[in-house]
């Protein structure tokens, strides 16, 4: 409209223009069966764009951020997409963790082809298996036998032959040579028997000193032969370790041949790091084969040993030989996607268990356990922001992770240093997979605001729509939604006209006629509930009104609080009127948000007024139940009254503001504009029309702005009305901004076109309070005052008395909390 040709300040609104219908002509189909299938992501080409170029930057730190409120079906797109880049990929490398022989608690890591690593798994299972039947029986040939007791006799031999010198060399001397069950010893010999202790004190001195002097150095020689006798039988075991590793080994290395063959078969090429890893094994096995020795039957053990065969599963020496697969993709059609429901910090990053064992806590290589990040590596990982965020150390742990472009498996007490014993410290795992975090709006701004690493990680940011513009286009994307919809969950089809007004229930949870909402989530919810009742009902195809039935159930459960809260209007007990006049007092709308139900309810909010200092008391504020927006908006009433009606003199004026009956916050400047008309009514002594209720915020310079809720609010004031019964005068003052957003409920539309409810769009201040007093608002004429009988005039003259009070009398006192200012922070 041209500047000449101004929009009207004022108007009543048409049934047309209350709810912008769906024409279910429009739809060229019988039902939603004849529909194809909806494919790309409704409504999100901005978000899903950013998530392929996610994927696709193969460069550092480009991980995406996924956000929007709940209901989206965020998820679920995510999820497809990923899938879809996913199946395109090669599948990534099977991990295990295998024994480090040189360092024990340090495991390797092995990574192999995709598929490869359970053929590693069962070849070595197989291989242990052979061994221990393969190994004792090569020990018990005669060949091995005759050798073993050859070593042994050489060994028994020479050291009798030790012990014989000094024997014949004492007896030489006359001295023998005595073996005990203490050790040895020698005694003095007489006509080659051994000369008693009795005729031993009988002989001279001389004699006993020359005879304890050759018994000294027999001693000292038969103690060198001692001495000499474990290196003679650590040679003699030493003899024996080497005839037992060239006979085993035989076994041993057949055995390692036929692994290795098979798994070049299987591998389809040998691979150099299961080549190196085989040759340790075959080393390890070579000198550990006691671990493959059994005991025979009736056989005891030897003290403190426990043989192989006899122990329990875990407590095997032979487990090191076995193969820990940590990953593995030979299922795998494609990269990995994993979304990961639970991140705690042994899900995510991997954990290493433990086997209580005589009241300790023992662990090993196999107990290693792969978390999401192992299991998404060479793909995609989904993870839930909030969850992530409220789990201990997960945070710090991912962008580790993400930053070294590794996952180490570890507690959180060993990356912190918070426990000191001895654990595993196994192989890091290379990393490289895309991150991809779903969360709202507010945890990416957080985020981005006060963890600086979060922009370095999270370069890509997927917005997600709330809302899509509303055209036929659209419309005729909607009902192919829906018939997605109902048959990926099996519902029955919908008719054109349920589909019509499904499309109209969008645009209401979007709060705009010319937008649809893409909560996939309600929209679900709705034709599930349809199906429900069309069901019911008996009936092969969804109906209007099934859909509508579905709505008014939805209505039903959710509105206890609603209906109370009538029914304590209807008694009396909360005071609001919606019939008659009187000044300084008015009929506010306001939300509340119960869960997922919402619903206006009215609130009477009076004013007064009075000679004073010009400041308006925001009683809510006073009272710490007001938020800083209905502060805010009070505050802006203040600059109207100064700027409109005391340019040239003192706002001489204190007046106060409150939600009658309110026990609870208020939050929000969308009913400034009734505080505003409420103080104007106040002050021009002209009362107000009840039956009117009022919603809009306005600026100083008197224009009514846009507000939220404005369908819930209408209809607020409308049921009370009805329960009241309506007369035809009742009716909701809005801001002509919020035209737009009409989508109001039949009933409503139903009673406005009978002429039984009216709506009022307006533009101003001056145009609302005409309607609310039914006097004219004024202008300033070529005096520059305003009429007399106007309301402007009449708040004028009000406020320029109070400024003479002022002048003549001097500031008045301040007495009482209303009186005294606030003092500036």
């Given at each position: 409209?041209s500047?000449?040709?101004p929009?009207?300040?004022a108007?009543?609104?048409?049934?047309?223009?209350?709810?912008r219908?769906?024409?279910?002509?429009?739809?060229?189909f019988?039902?939603?069966a004849?529909?194809?299938?909806?494919?790309?992501a409704?409504?999100?080409?901005?978000?899903?764009?950013a998530?392929r170029?996610?994927?696709?930057?193969?460069?550092?730190?480009?991980?995406?951020?996924?956000?929007?409120?709940?209901g989206?079906?965020?998820r679920t797109?995510?999820r497809?997409l990923l899938?879809?880049?996913?199946?395109?990929?090669?599948a990534?490398?099977?991990c295990?963790y295998?024994?480090n022989?040189r360092?024990?608690?340090?495991?390797g890591?092995?990574q192999l082809?995709a598929?490869?690593?359970t053929?590693?798994v069962?070849g070595?299972?197989?291989?242990?298996?052979?061994?221990?039947?393969g190994?004792p029986?090569?020990?018990e040939?005669d060949?091995?036998r005759?050798?073993?007791?050859?070593?042994e006799?050489?060994?028994?031999?020479?050291?009798?032959?030790?012990f014989?010198?000094?024997?014949?060399?004492a007896?030489?001397?006359?001295i023998?040579l005595?073996?005990t069950p203490?050790?040895?010893?020698?005694?003095p010999?007489?006509?080659?028997?051994?000369?008693?202790?009795a005729?031993?004190?009988?002989?001279?001195?001389e004699?006993?000193?020359a005879?304890?002097?050759k018994?000294?150095?027999?001693q000292?020689e038969?103690e060198?032969?001692?001495?000499?006798?474990p290196r003679?039988?650590?040679?003699?075991?030493?003899k024996?370790?080497?005839?037992?590793?060239?006979?085993?080994?035989t076994?041993v290395r057949s055995l390692m041949?036929?692994?290795?063959?098979k798994?070049?078969?299987e591998?389809?090429a040998?691979?150099?790091?299961?080549?190196r890893?085989?040759?340790?094994?075959?080393?390890?096995?070579?000198?550990?084969?006691?671990?493959?020795?059994?005991?025979?039957?009736?056989?005891?053990?030897?003290?403190f040993?426990?043989?192989?065969?006899r122990?329990?599963?875990?407590?095997?020496?032979?487990?090191?030989y076995?193969?820990?697969?940590l990953v593995?993709?030979?299922?795998?059609a494609?990269a990995?996607?994993?979304?990961?429901d639970?991140?705690?910090?042994g899900?995510l990053?991997g954990r290493i268990e433990?086997?209580?064992?005589?009241?300790?806590?023992?662990t090993d290589?196999?107990?290693i356990?792969?978390?999401a990040?192992?299991?998404?590596?060479?793909?995609?990982?989904?993870l839930?922001?909030?969850?992530v965020l409220s789990?201990?150390?997960?945070?710090e742990?991912?962008?580790?992770?993400?930053?070294?472009?590794?996952?180490?498996?570890?507690?959180?007490?060993q990356?912190?240093?918070?426990?000191s014993?001895?654990?595993?410290e196994p192989?890091?795992?290379?990393?490289?997979?895309?991150?991809?975090?779903?969360?709202?709006r507010?945890h990416?701004?957080?985020?981005?605001?006060?963890?600086?690493?979060f922009?370095e990680?999270f370069?890509?940011v997927a917005?997600?729509?709330?809302?899509?513009?509303?055209?036929?286009?659209?419309?005729q994307?909607?009902a192919?939604v829906i018939?997605?919809?109902a048959?990926?969950?099996?519902?029955?089809?919908?008719?054109p006209?349920?589909?019509?007004?499904?499309?109209?229930?969008?645009a209401?949870?979007?709060?705009?006629?010319e937008r649809l909402?893409?909560?996939?989530?309600?929209?679900?919810d709705?034709?599930?509930?349809?199906?429900h009742?069309?069901?019911?009902a008996?009936r092969?195809?969804i109906?209007a009104?099934?859909?509508?039935r579905?709505?008014?159930?939805?209505?039903?459960?959710?509105?206890?609080?609603?209906?109370e809260l009538?029914?304590?209007v209807l008694?009396?007990?909360?005071?609001?009127?919606?019939?008659g006049?009187?000044a300084?007092?008015?009929n506010?709308?306001?939300?509340?948000?119960l869960?997922?139900f919402?619903?206006g309810m009215?609130?009477?909010?009076t004013a007064s007024?009075?000679?004073?200092?010009?400041?308006v008391?925001?009683?809510?504020?006073?009272?710490?139940?007001?938020?800083p927006?209905?502060?805010k908006?009070?505050?802006?009433l203040?600059?109207?009254l100064?700027?409109?009606?005391a340019?040239?003199?003192?706002?001489?004026?204190s007046?106060?503001?409150?939600?009658?009956?309110s026990?609870?916050g208020?939050e929000g400047?969308?009913?400034?504009?009734a505080e505003?008309y409420?103080?104007?009514?106040?002050?021009?002594?002209?009362?107000?029309?009840?039956?009117?209720a009022?919603?809009?915020s306005v600026?100083?310079?008197?224009?009514?702005?846009?507000?939220g809720g404005?369908?819930?609010k209408?209809?607020?004031?409308f049921?009370?009305?009805?329960?009241?019964?309506?007369?035809?005068g009742?009716?909701?003052?809005?801001p002509a901004?919020n035209v737009?957003h009409l989508?109001?409920r039949e009933?409503?539309?139903?009673?406005?076109?009978?002429?039984?409810f009216a709506?009022?769009?307006?533009?101003t201040?001056d145009a609302?309070i005409?309607i609310?007093?039914g006097?004219p608002?004024?202008?300033?004429?070529?005096d520059?005052?305003y009429?007399?009988e106007?309301v402007n005039?009449r708040v004028?003259?009000r406020?320029?008395?109070?400024?003479?009070?002022t002048?003549?009398?001097g500031?008045?006192?301040r007495?009482?909390?209303?009186?005294?200012?606030r003092?500036e922070?």
């Amino acid at each position: 409209m041209s500047a000449t040709n101004p929009p009207p300040a004022a108007c009543t609104l048409s049934a047309s223009e209350l709810r912008r219908r769906c024409d279910p002509a429009q739809f060229q189909f019988r039902s939603t069966a004849e529909l194809d299938d909806y494919s790309d992501a409704f409504g999100q080409t901005r978000a899903m764009d950013a998530i392929r170029f996610g994927v696709g930057m193969a460069r550092e730190g480009y991980n995406i951020f996924a956000m929007g409120p709940e209901g989206l079906g965020r998820r679920t797109m995510v999820r497809r997409l990923l899938e879809t880049q996913a199946a395109g990929r090669a599948a990534p490398a099977d991990c295990c963790y295998v024994f480090n022989f040189r360092v024990p608690e340090k495991p390797g890591l092995l990574q192999l082809p995709a598929g490869c690593a359970t053929h590693l798994v069962q070849g070595m299972k197989r291989l242990v298996e052979d061994m221990r039947a393969g190994i004792p029986a090569a020990l018990e040939t005669d060949a091995y036998r005759a050798r073993r007791d050859e070593i042994e006799t050489e060994f028994g031999e020479g050291q009798e032959r030790a012990f014989g010198a000094i024997a014949e060399r004492a007896r030489s001397q006359g001295i023998a040579l005595l073996r005990t069950p203490a050790g040895f010893g020698f005694a003095p010999m007489n006509g080659g028997a051994v000369l008693p202790p009795a005729e031993f004190q009988k002989l001279s001195a001389e004699e006993q000193t020359a005879i304890q002097e050759k018994i000294a150095a027999l001693q000292a020689e038969l103690e060198r032969v001692i001495q000499e006798v474990p290196r003679l039988r650590r040679a003699t075991q030493e003899k024996l370790r080497e005839l037992n590793r060239q006979v085993s080994g035989t076994v041993v290395r057949s055995l390692m041949v036929d692994v290795r063959e098979k798994l070049r078969r299987e591998l389809g090429a040998e691979i150099p790091q299961v080549a190196r890893y085989l040759d340790e094994v075959q080393e390890d096995v070579l000198d550990h084969l006691e671990f493959f020795q059994q005991l025979k039957e009736g056989e005891a053990p030897a003290p403190f040993a426990q043989p192989a065969a006899r122990l329990e599963p875990w407590e095997s020496p032979l487990r090191r030989y076995e193969v820990n697969l940590l990953v593995e993709h030979s299922r795998s059609a494609g990269a990995p996607v994993v979304y990961e429901d639970n991140p705690s910090h042994g899900n995510l990053i991997g954990r290493i268990e433990h086997v209580a064992r005589m009241g300790a806590l023992i662990t090993d290589f196999t107990l290693i356990r792969a978390g999401a990040l192992q299991r998404a590596n060479g793909g995609y990982l989904m993870l839930d922001a909030l969850k992530v965020l409220s789990q201990p150390f997960v945070w710090e742990a991912l962008k580790r992770a993400l930053r070294s472009r590794e996952s180490r498996i570890e507690s959180p007490g060993q990356a912190y240093s918070l426990i000191s014993t001895v654990s595993l410290e196994p192989q890091p795992v290379p990393l490289d997979v895309k991150v991809v975090l779903v969360g709202q709006r507010s945890h990416y701004y957080l985020l981005h605001a006060y963890d600086p690493e979060f922009a370095e990680l999270f370069k890509v940011v997927a917005d997600f729509e709330d809302h899509i513009e509303r055209d036929s286009g659209s419309d005729q994307a909607y009902a192919r939604v829906i018939a997605t919809l109902a048959r990926a969950e099996r519902l029955r089809p919908l008719e054109p006209a349920a589909v019509a007004l499904v499309v109209e229930q969008g645009a209401r949870n979007a709060g705009d006629a010319e937008r649809l909402s893409v909560q996939m989530r309600a929209l679900c919810d709705l034709v599930r509930e349809a199906d429900h009742w069309c069901g019911a009902a008996g009936r092969d195809l969804i109906g209007a009104a099934d859909v509508q039935r579905a709505l008014d159930a939805q209505q039903t459960r959710n509105d206890r609080v609603r209906s109370e809260l009538q029914k304590e209007v209807l008694r009396g007990t909360l005071l609001v009127d919606t019939q008659g006049v009187r000044a300084g007092q008015i009929n506010g709308l306001a939300v509340m948000q119960l869960g997922a139900f919402a619903f206006g309810m009215p609130h009477r909010i009076t004013a007064s007024t009075r000679f004073g200092n010009g400041r308006v008391v925001d009683i809510e504020r006073e009272a710490n139940l007001g938020g800083p927006l209905h502060s805010k908006g009070v505050m802006i009433l203040a600059g109207f009254l100064a700027g409109r009606y005391a340019p040239n003199q003192p706002l001489s004026l204190s007046a106060s503001l409150v939600f009658e009956q309110s026990y609870g916050g208020v939050e929000g400047d969308s009913a400034s504009s009734a505080e505003l008309y409420a103080l104007l009514s106040a002050l021009s002594g002209l009362p107000i029309r009840q039956s009117v209720a009022v919603t809009g915020s306005v600026n100083q310079h008197g224009d009514v702005q846009a507000i939220g809720g404005v369908n819930e609010k209408i209809e607020g004031f409308f049921d009370l009305c009805k329960l009241r019964g309506l007369t035809g005068g009742e009716g909701v003052m809005i801001p002509a901004a919020n035209v737009k957003h009409l989508m109001l409920r039949e009933d409503v539309v139903a009673a406005v076109e009978a002429g039984r409810f009216a709506v009022y769009a307006v533009r101003t201040i001056d145009a609302g309070i005409e309607i609310l007093t039914g006097m004219p608002a004024g202008s300033r004429g070529a005096d520059g005052r305003y009429p007399p009988e106007s309301v402007n005039g009449r708040v004028e003259a009000r406020l320029s008395g109070y400024a003479a009070r002022t002048t003549s009398q001097g500031r008045p006192a301040r007495s009482g909390k209303t009186w005294r200012a606030r003092p500036e922070k």
